[in-house]
């Protein structure tokens, strides 16, 4: 089918996929066009969450055995993306969020009394989307409870977006992945180049990791979470 310039660029373009829209869209309610395809495979409901978290730790344990998150519990839920920046600080970002890892804690002074790990996801996301997403934020939570407070936001951001960009090359989902190799905002694109150029010097993921708990144990732009800490990362 032949479609004139004019009308290729009044065709809306999938919020989830990136590609032009062919036959009937799905309109969300927060805005977003959403191809048959995407909706077809759309995870609306959070009954789904559980096996989602069961094939990114699986995903995570194969990319780096030592990533040790299956005993942690995490709460988990969908949102729509407008919520999900309201849950941060920096709520005048520009940038659309896709999920979210929120961690609360309490502490005496020689221990977590309590503390709680959280992430929520962006409702509507299809199913692989969303495994790219959780796994992202998922990294944030080992580098939570296996690095303590960072406080470089590209090494943060960078990080995760690398073991995202990884997974999505790994599943061949190459439109995402080649928008996350394109990207040239601080701190996902210029973190994830960071990454890649440091996954290249130690030739391998799991040197990747332990590069950084061996900056973590010397104090190399990280600290140990203060008593009664709240963060949030994107």
């Known amino acids: 089918r032949v479609i004139c310039r004019s009308c290729y660029q009044r065709t809306p373009t999938c919020d989830f996929c990136f590609r032009k829209i062919e036959g009937s869209t799905h309109d969300y309610a927060n805005?977003?066009?959403?191809?048959?395809?995407?909706?077809?495979?759309?995870?609306?409901?959070?009954?789904?969450?559980?096996?989602?978290?069961?094939?990114?730790i699986q995903w995570l344990e194969?990319?780096?055995?030592?990533?040790?998150?299956?005993?942690?519990?995490?709460?988990?839920?969908?949102i729509p993306t407008s919520k999900l920046s309201s849950l941060l600080r920096n709520k005048g970002r520009k940038t659309r969020l896709n999920g979210v890892y929120l961690?609360?804690?309490?502490?005496?002074?020689?221990?977590?009394?309590?503390?709680?790990?959280?992430?929520?996801?962006?409702?509507?996301?299809?199913?692989?989307?969303?495994?790219?997403?959780?796994?992202?934020?998922?990294?944030?939570?080992?580098?939570?409870?296996?690095?303590?407070?960072?406080?470089?936001?590209?090494?943060?951001?960078?990080?995760?977006t690398w073991v995202e960009f990884r997974f999505l090359e790994d599943i061949e989902h190459k439109i995402q992945a080649n928008r996350l190799f394109?990207?040239?905002?601080?701190?996902?694109?210029?973190?994830?180049?960071?990454?890649?150029?440091?996954?290249?010097?130690?030739?391998?993921?799991?040197?990747?990791?332990?590069s950084m708990k061996l900056r973590s144990s010397l104090g190399s732009k990280l600290q140990e979470n203060p008593r009664g800490s709240f963060s949030v990362k994107a």
């Open 31 to 56: 805005g977003l066009y959403s191809c048959q395809g995407c909706f077809a495979q759309a995870v609306t409901s959070e009954q789904a969450l559980p096996a989602i978290k069961v094939e990114a």
């Open 62 to 78: 194969a990319f780096y055995p030592q990533m040790g998150l299956r005993e942690i519990p995490v709460q988990m839920g969908l």
């Open 103 to 160: 961690y609360k804690s309490k502490r005496t002074a020689s221990r977590v009394i309590e503390e709680s790990h959280t992430i929520f996801l962006e409702e509507g996301l299809p199913w692989k989307s969303c495994l790219g997403v959780l796994i992202h934020e998922l990294t944030h939570l080992w580098q939570n409870v296996t690095l303590g407070k960072m406080r470089d936001l590209e090494e943060i951001e960078g990080h995760a």
């Open 182 to 210: 394109y990207r040239q905002d601080y701190p996902y694109g210029t973190g994830l180049r960071r990454f890649l150029e440091l996954e290249k010097r130690l030739k391998s993921p799991a040197a990747v990791f332990e």
